[in-house]
């Protein structure tokens, strides 16, 4: 959990640092929604609670930075790119959720958000492109793919062999940021 001050903290350091390519559209779209919104639906996954996303975003972001810099010089990818496309690889989460109101849900399946029904039915990195493009960001075909295929699963071979380093790197600091995210989940338990 996460709280007020926090919340505020990282929307701002979000904001501040997605100033190079954010658009008032997509920021005034995102809105309220996004700074609140959860990373995810339940307790078991991660950072299921209020500020989450922006918090998982920020994580994701660190570790990519901190990927992208062990590699050999020739394999770097140029910093800006890689904020970017941590920046919005998930945006589509922001008006995804809605708290859930079942205390039943919430005590025995740690169900903490269900999912919005009048939503289209989208990925999230597909999801995160459309409000993206919709909003004015200006996307080239590598930060696309790596944003629409983060979220495929390893059945994709589309998505699993030809995807970018790019988005190689983004599936790698998701799956670290989230591994960090469940364990200070953990120790906070």
């Known amino acids: 959990m996460l709280d007020k001050d926090k919340i ?5 350091k979000y904001f501040e640092t997605a100033e190079p390519f954010m658009t008032e559209s997509l920021t005034a779209f995102l809105g ?56 919005l690889y998930q945006i589509g989460k922001a008006h995804l959720y809605t708290p859930c109101t079942s205390e039943w849900h919430i005590k025995n399946q740690g169900k903490m958000y269900e999912f919005r029904n009048e939503e289209v039915s989208m ?18 075909d590598v930060e696309t793919q790596a944003i629409m295929n983060h979220d495929k699963d390893d059945s994709d071979k589309q998505s699993k062999f030809h995807t970018s380093s790019l988005g190689m790197l983004l599936r790698q600091a998701n799956e670290w940021a989230i591994i960090e995210e469940k364990m200070l989940t953990d120790e906070s338990n």
Do not use: W
């Not at 505020?8 to 701002?12: D, G, H, R």
């Open 8 to 12: 505020i903290k990282n929307t701002k």
């Open 32 to 87: 309220q929604d996004f700074m609140a919104a959860p990373a995810s639906t339940n307790k078991d996954l991660n950072n299921a609670f209020e500020g989450g996303l922006v918090d998982h975003l920020l994580r994701t972001t660190k570790f990519a930075i901190s990927i992208n810099a062990a590699l050999p010089e020739k394999l770097r990818l140029p910093k800006e790119d890689i904020i970017k496309v941590c920046f």
């Open 123 to 140: 990925r999230v990195g597909e999801r995160s492109v459309f409000y993206a493009l919709s909003h004015g960001v200006t996307l080239n």
